[in-house]
């Protein structure tokens, strides 16, 4: 009986502490934002049918979880591409990308963890070269990121076809040779004075033509008004005006003789 209970005995501490040997290879934590693909050593190897959450996951101690973060990642590189005419010019760039949940077994088996230096970020970095190489200097420093951005879309296509969703890929900062932005300036200066000359130009010719509408409306008017002018006309006008001027209560006149054509003097009192 003794031996028997100490056998017994044996094969619980045995049990007990192979248990607690293997605790971390039973018990896996899969943390915030994570998820976890399983790998079975005798049931066919990696699941690709399921992805397992957040939390406490429990397995047979000789298969593996491989845990992936799944919340949106960040890539920044600086790259050194050739422009259209051949010169040098550095991009950085900014990649924004997470794996495909539902495909993080597919992406497991066909990539592996490391997808970031395998797939993300040659792919996005080739599209980069691509789309700023079939530019020149001067595009590349003129036109808006949003024509650029469209240009490195193509990136987004290809990084999934791996399992991996790119969120965005920005441009942050183009920087050519110091001469080249120098003449590049200079010309957009050029141009800029150029232009102020057309519109000063236009402007002063816009006036002209409004100067001369103006002034031929003032010789329309006045050969309109010469051709009914008369002398009775002159003279009744003369009367009305003096008529007026004599009943207006502002004024104090004093009438002396006649005037020129019959018509009295008007003299101001004050």
């Not at 066919?44 to 996951?57: A, I, N, P």
């Not at 990649?95 to 230096?117: Q, S």
């Not at 949003?146 to 490195?152: G, H």
């Amino acid at each position: 009986m003794r031996r028997l209970a100490a056998s017994t005995l044996m094969v619980i501490v045995v049990v007990a502490t192979t248990v607690v040997y293997f605790i971390p290879d039973i018990f896996i934590n899969v943390g915030p934002g994570q998820s976890a693909v399983h790998w079975r050593r005798f049931f066919g190897g990696t699941v690709v049918d399921g992805v397992r959450g957040e939390g406490l996951q429990v397995i047979f101690p000789w298969d593996k979880l491989y845990i992936y973060e799944v919340r949106v990642q960040r890539e920044n590189r600086t790259l050194s591409i050739l422009t259209r005419e051949g010169l040098m010019a550095t991009v950085d760039v900014s990649i924004r990308y997470h794996p495909d949940r539902l495909l993080l077994g597919e992406l497991h088996k066909k990539v592996g963890p490391d997808y970031a230096t395998k797939v993300v970020i040659p792919e996005v970095e080739g599209a980069v070269r691509r789309a700023l190489g079939r530019l020149d200097s001067e595009e590349l420093y003129t036109k808006s990121n949003d024509l650029i951005q469209d240009a490195v879309g193509s990136a987004y296509q290809e990084v999934a076809q791996n399992f991996i969703i790119v969120d965005d890929v920005v441009i942050r900062r183009i920087v050519l040779p110091e001469v080249v932005q120098d003449a590049i300036r200079d010309k957009a200066r050029q141009q800029q004075l150029a232009e102020s000359y057309v519109y000063r130009l236009e402007a002063a010719r816009q006036e002209a033509d409004r100067l001369r509408i103006e002034a031929k409306g003032f010789a329309d008017y006045n050969t309109e008004i010469s051709n009914t002018l008369s002398p009775d006309l002159l003279t009744w006008e003369g009367v009305r005006a003096t008529k007026d001027i004599a009943t207006s209560e502002n004024s104090k006149i004093i009438v002396m003789g006649n005037g020129k054509d019959g018509l009295p003097v008007i003299l101001n009192s004050e």
